[in-house]
């Protein structure tokens, strides 16, 4: 059975309690959308309160560390996410491979981390716009998409993969369609590598400026099963578009 389109918001260091009634917002609104799966990423201050303030859609973290506990002053482990009422974690985004120095490996550790706590994992993959040029995309994509998904029992039905290039994030611009399909093409044919036919399964999602005005066209290329969304998905409205084009 073909899984039901995913939108997920990812507030990225943005947002106080007052955002809390974009996440009720998006919650009413996605009881009237039962053919979309709807979720959100706040930042980890607000993951307790979102919970509590929603009933239908899903609520993640942004990162989360590879050790359950221990001295590592400022982290969260996957459990504290668990705990505070996360379904889900989005690994290995690029602002966390670039700002953070996290690579692959560790980006897999944390996925693995995330399913030993119960959660859900969104893995973030995607090229800079150097590897694009210099024609290593789909190479770049592949090796990141092969070092970071879990191999923990099971992953697959807890597994998401994001393509987010990362010179479309927050830029306003987008792969070509065709370089979009071909992307989640390859990543599908590696996800089959890895898991066998369940790689078949893993839903594959498009990030990067995806707005009200492109999302519809992007939903619909092959292999592409929702859409990650930072800027766009701060307010309700916005969001709400893109979820309706996914609908
Ligand atoms: C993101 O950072 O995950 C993202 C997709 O950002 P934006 O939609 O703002 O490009």
């Given at each position: 059975?073909?899984?039901?389109?995913?939108?997920v918001?990812?507030?990225?260091?943005?947002?106080?309690?007052?955002?809390?009634?974009?996440?009720?917002?998006?919650?009413?609104?996605?009881?009237?959308?039962?053919?979309?799966?709807?979720?959100?990423?706040?930042?980890?201050?607000?993951?307790?309160?979102?919970?509590?303030?929603?009933?239908?859609?899903?609520?993640?973290?942004?990162?989360?560390?590879?050790?359950?506990?221990?001295?590592?002053?400022?982290?969260?482990?996957?459990?504290?996410?668990?705990?505070?009422?996360?379904?889900?974690?989005?690994?290995?985004?690029?602002?966390?491979?670039?700002?953070?120095?996290?690579?692959?490996?560790?980006v897999?550790?944390?996925?693995?981390?995330?399913?030993?706590?119960?959660?859900?994992?969104?893995?973030?993959?995607?090229?800079?716009?150097?590897?694009?040029?210099?024609?290593?995309?789909?190479?770049?994509?592949?090796?990141?998409v092969?070092?970071?998904?879990?191999?923990?029992?099971?992953?697959?039905?807890?597994?998401?993969?994001?393509?987010?290039?990362?010179?479309?994030?927050?830029?306003?611009?987008?792969?070509?369609?065709?370089?979009?399909?071909?992307?989640?093409?390859?990543?599908?044919?590696k996800?089959?590598?890895?898991?066998?036919?369940?790689?078949?399964?893993v839903?594959?999602?498009?990030?990067?400026?995806?707005?009200?005005?492109?999302?519809?066209?992007?939903?619909?290329?092959?292999?592409?099963?929702?859409?990650?969304?930072?800027?766009?998905?701060?307010?309700?409205?916005?969001?709400?578009?893109?979820?309706?084009?996914?609908?």
């Amino acid at each position: 059975m073909a899984s039901l389109p995913y939108i997920v918001g990812n507030w990225k260091m943005n947002g106080t309690r007052a955002m809390l009634n974009e996440a009720r917002a998006i919650d009413r609104a996605a009881a009237r959308l039962p053919k979309v799966q709807v979720a959100v990423a706040p930042p980890a201050t607000l993951i307790y309160r979102t919970r509590d303030s929603v009933e239908l859609i899903g609520v993640g973290g942004q990162d989360c560390h590879v050790k359950e506990s221990g001295a590592f002053t400022g982290d969260i482990s996957a459990p504290m996410l668990k705990d505070a009422g996360a379904d889900f974690v989005i690994v290995g985004h690029s602002e966390r491979r670039t700002l953070h120095a996290e690579t692959s490996e560790i980006v897999k550790a944390k996925a693995e981390a995330a399913h030993s706590a119960g959660l859900a994992v969104i893995v973030c993959v995607g090229e800079t716009e150097a590897e694009r040029d210099a024609g290593s995309a789909e190479a770049v994509v592949g090796a990141q998409v092969e070092g970071s998904v879990p191999g923990t029992d099971g992953a697959v039905d807890r597994l998401t993969v994001a393509y987010e290039p990362v010179w479309a994030i927050g830029t306003g611009r987008v792969p070509s369609i065709d370089d979009v399909a071909a992307m989640h093409k390859a990543i599908r044919v590696k996800l089959v590598a890895i898991y066998g036919d369940a790689g078949a399964q893993v839903r594959i999602l498009y990030g990067g400026s995806v707005k009200a005005d492109n999302a519809a066209e992007l939903l619909a290329v092959p292999e592409v099963g929702g859409a990650l969304v930072g800027g766009a998905s701060l307010a309700a409205e916005s969001f709400l578009a893109i979820v309706g084009a996914a609908a």
